[in-house]
C-alpha cells in the first residue's frame, strides 16, 4: 500500500443526509479531479446510510472511500461488506465510540479485522480532559497505543492522535497547540512494537484551513471533522496541508 506525505480524512459523522453527502462528495470529486495530488490522499468516511451512494459518486477517482466504524466479526457492520462496498480505510477507536463502550481490546479486535480484509485502519488514540487534567497523557497513549497494536504484522496502518479534550465538540473550551499535539508523537513512538515499521501517524483534534498547516509540518495526515462538511473549506485545507 502506497504511503502519502498528507492523508487528509473527512469523518462527516451523521451530519449530512444522503442528498447532503452526494452532494458533497461531488462538489469535491470535481475540485480534486483537477488537482493533481502528488503526495496527498483525501479519503472521504460517510455515515453507513449514505456511504453506498457516495461510494458511487468517488467510483474511478483519485478520493478514496472510508468507513466511520467497523465490526470486529462479520455481523453487524462487517468489514468484508465495507470492503465489497469500496472501502479503502476505516476508522476505528474514535473517540465518540470508546464513550459508547469501544475497549482497547475490541479497538484491537476491530483493526485487525480490517487489516484482515486487506483495508487500512485508522486507530484513533488520545486522552480526555479528565485524563489529561490528571497528567495522565503519556500513560493513556502508552496503554491504548500497545494494546491496539498486539498481535499485527507489518501492515500498513495509521494512528490519529486525537487529544479528546480539544476537538470542538468536547465543550471544554481548551485547544491544543500544536507543539503540545507534536510533543506526543514521541510517546506514540515508543510505544510501537519494534517489529512494526510501516505506520504513519496522523493529528485527529480540530483543525481548518488556517491551523492544519502547523500541525502538518510534523503529522503525516489529518483526520477532519466540521471543516470536511463545506467543499471549498475542506478543499482549502487539503491544499493547506
Same mark, same amino acid.
Request: hydrophobic share 40%; aromatic share 8%.
Given at each position: 500500500?502506497?504511503?502519502?506525505?498528507?492523508?487528509?480524512?473527512?469523518?462527516?459523522?451523521?451530519?449530512?443526509?444522503?442528498?447532503?453527502?452526494?452532494?458533497?462528495?461531488?462538489?469535491?470529486?470535481?475540485?480534486?479531479?483537477?488537482?493533481?495530488?502528488?503526495?496527498?490522499?483525501?479519503?472521504?468516511?460517510?455515515?453507513?446510510?449514505?456511504?453506498?451512494?457516495?461510494?458511487?459518486?468517488?467510483?474511478?477517482?483519485?478520493?478514496?472511500?472510508?468507513?466511520?466504524?467497523?465490526?470486529?466479526?462479520?455481523?453487524?457492520?462487517?468489514?468484508?461488506?465495507?470492503?465489497?462496498?469500496?472501502?479503502?480505510?476505516?476508522?476505528?477507536?474514535?473517540?465518540?465510540?470508546?464513550?459508547?463502550?469501544?475497549?482497547?481490546?475490541?479497538?484491537?479486535?476491530?483493526?485487525?479485522?480490517?487489516?484482515?480484509?486487506?483495508?487500512?485502519?485508522?486507530?484513533?488514540?488520545?486522552?480526555?480532559?479528565?485524563?489529561?487534567?490528571?497528567?495522565?497523557?503519556?500513560?493513556?497513549?502508552?496503554?491504548?497505543?500497545?494494546?491496539?497494536?498486539?498481535? %499485527?504484522?507489518?501492515?500498513?496502518?495509521?494512528?490519529?492522535?486525537?487529544?479528546?479534550?480539544?476537538?470542538?465538540?468536547?465543550?471544554?473550551?481548551?485547544?491544543?497547540?500544536?507543539?503540545?499535539?507534536?510533543?506526543?508523537?514521541?510517546?506514540?513512538?515508543?510505544?510501537?512494537?519494534?517489529?512494526?515499521?510501516?505506520?504513519?501517524?496522523?493529528?485527529?483534534?480540530?483543525?481548518?484551513?488556517?491551523?492544519?498547516?502547523?500541525?502538518?509540518?510534523? %503529522?503525516?495526515?489529518?483526520?477532519?471533522?466540521?471543516?470536511?462538511?463545506?467543499?471549498?473549506?475542506?478543499?482549502?485545507?487539503?491544499?493547506?496541508?
Amino acid at each position: 500500500m502506497k504511503k502519502y506525505k498528507q492523508t487528509i480524512v473527512a469523518n462527516w459523522k451523521l451530519k449530512l443526509n444522503i442528498d447532503e453527502a452526494v452532494s458533497l462528495a461531488n462538489e469535491l470529486k470535481e475540485k480534486l479531479t483537477k488537482e493533481k495530488l502528488i503526495d496527498k490522499k483525501v479519503v472521504l468516511c460517510p455515515s453507513f446510510l449514505t456511504i453506498r451512494e457516495v461510494a458511487k459518486v468517488l467510483k474511478n477517482t483519485n478520493i478514496a472511500l472510508g468507513a466511520q466504524d467497523a465490526f470486529s466479526e462479520d455481523q453487524n457492520i462487517a468489514t468484508s461488506d465495507l470492503k465489497t462496498l469500496g472501502c479503502e480505510y476505516i476508522i476505528v477507536g474514535h473517540s465518540d465510540r470508546r464513550a459508547m463502550g469501544d475497549t482497547d481490546k475490541l479497538v484491537n479486535k476491530k483493526a485487525r479485522a480490517v487489516l484482515a480484509n486487506n483495508m487500512i485502519p485508522i486507530i484513533c488514540v488520545g486522552e480526555t480532559l479528565e485524563e489529561y487534567n490528571s497528567g495522565k497523557t503519556k500513560e493513556v497513549l502508552a496503554r491504548q497505543v500497545s494494546q491496539a497494536l498486539d498481535g %499485527f504484522d507489518n501492515k500498513y496502518f495509521i494512528l490519529a492522535y486525537e487529544p479528546v479534550w480539544s476537538i470542538s465538540t468536547s465543550g471544554s473550551g481548551k485547544v491544543i497547540t500544536p507543539k503540545e499535539a507534536i510533543k506526543q508523537i514521541q510517546t506514540i513512538l515508543e510505544n510501537i512494537p519494534d517489529i512494526l515499521d510501516n505506520f504513519d501517524i496522523a493529528y485527529g483534534g480540530s483543525v481548518n484551513p488556517d491551523t492544519v498547516a502547523d500541525f502538518s509540518k510534523d %503529522f503525516a495526515g489529518s483526520l477532519v471533522g466540521g471543516a470536511s462538511l463545506k467543499a471549498q473549506t475542506f478543499f482549502d485545507l487539503i491544499q493547506n496541508s
